[in-house]
């Protein structure tokens, strides 16, 4: 099946840095990727959708600013997370979309856990 | 409003029994997906089954199938013969529209505990 990879899988930075993930899909093009964000033990909260080429839309209550995205091609799309405080702790899980079966179009990344003192 | 409901935060079950997870929605379109995700502890989201709603069939992937009741809008997971593998949280989550891509709103959850 396709396969949608992340990295880093964890992180750990001080408080102020910026940090960037990355999500790639391996063996297919994705025109649309999604990022989602999940504190311990509850949901998926989605942030934005990423369409290659274009800007990224958000979510209602998540900062354009703070949280940039890019999807400068057709197999990978990026979070940065910029100068970060400990409150964006959080396990961040990017999905992207393949053409095909409904079932078998979006398919999730194994997830970056950032930390930040 | 809420537009997915789990409404079992916790569930735990016998090796080899029977369980049902589940899931109501909400949405005022004709056509929408339904999925269900397991993500055990390390994070990852794993794909289970899916239902669209002009299936008139419920939806089984081999121990999973899908109580879709469209009337009363739920859509509960049986999972059959429990493993102790199938210890997890499980979500429940729905695509609104046709042309909506992959966007996916996800219910709370449900940590379920299979027990030896």
């Known amino acids: 099946g396709a396969v949608v990879s992340q990295h880093p899988s964890r992180v750990i930075c001080k408080s102020g840095t910026s940090v960037k993930i990355e999500c790639r899909s391996l063996?297919?093009?994705?025109?649309?990727m999604f990022w989602y964000r999940q504190f311990p033990k509850q949901s998926l909260m989605l942030m934005a959708t990423s369409n290659e080429g274009s800007k990224a839309t958000y979510e209602q209550g998540v900062e354009k600013d703070k949280f940039l995205i890019n999807h400068a091609s057709l197999t990978l799309s990026t979070l940065t997370v910029t100068s970060a405080h400990p409150e964006d702790s959080s396990f961040y899980i990017c999905s992207a979309r393949k053409q095909g079966k409904a079932a078998g179009e979006l398919f999730f990344g194994e997830g970056s856990r950032l930390t930040v003192l | 409003a809420q537009k997915i409901t789990q409404t079992q935060p916790g569930m735990f079950v016998q090796e080899k029994e029977a369980v049902t997870l589940d899931c109501t929605y909400d949405t005022s379109d004709q056509s929408y997906g339904l999925f269900w995700y397991k993500q055990p502890s390390s994070g990852e989201m794993i794909f289970l089954i899916y239902q669209g709603s002009y299936d008139e069939q419920n939806a089984t992937e081999g121990r999973y199938s899908l109580n879709f009741q469209k009337a009363r809008k739920s859509a509960n997971l049986v999972i059959s013969a429990s493993q102790l593998g199938d210890s997890a949280m499980y979500f429940c989550?729905?695509?609104?529209?046709?042309?909506?891509?992959?966007?996916?709103?996800f219910g709370q959850g449900t940590e379920l505990s299979v027990k030896p």
């Open positions: 989550a729905m695509r609104e529209g046709y042309n909506q891509g992959g966007k996916l709103i």
């Open positions: 063996d297919f093009q994705a025109t649309t």
